[in-house]
């Protein structure tokens, strides 16, 4: 739990991203992602890495606070998902979003 107010807190996310996909995934993820994620206030930037053995993406993000990150409407954050999610499937030319979200969750720094 975060126990300081204030204290910074990271997002986890892994999806499942095929090696033929990850260009079209790190693409949306400029496009789409990062524009909006930078305009919500206690954003403090995030990590992109892709594991080439699983094909899985995970994704660090950095939050100023819990309060912060967990503001933001759930309706707002489906409508940028809908919007990254029709990026990938127009630059791949497939009828579904190919990345699975495989878990999220958050971690704490420790002191």
């Known amino acids: 739990m975060n126990n300081y107010p204030g204290e910074t807190v990271i997002e986890e996310l892994r999806l499942k991203v095929p090696a033929d996909a990850k260009i079209a995934w790190l693409n949306a993820e400029k496009e789409i992602w990062e524009p909006w994620l930078s305009s919500k206030e206690g ?43 029709d990026n990938v499937k127009t630059a791949l030319n497939v009828s579904e979003n190919p990345f699975e979200l495989i878990y999220e969750g958050e971690l704490d720094k420790q002191r």
């Open 43 to 85: 954003y403090l930037g995030r990590q992109l890495f892709w594991d080439k053995e699983k094909e899985e993406a995970l994704i660090l993000v950095n939050w100023k606070s819990k309060k912060l990150w967990k503001s933001i409407p759930m309706s707002d954050v489906n409508v940028i998902q809908e919007k990254f999610e």
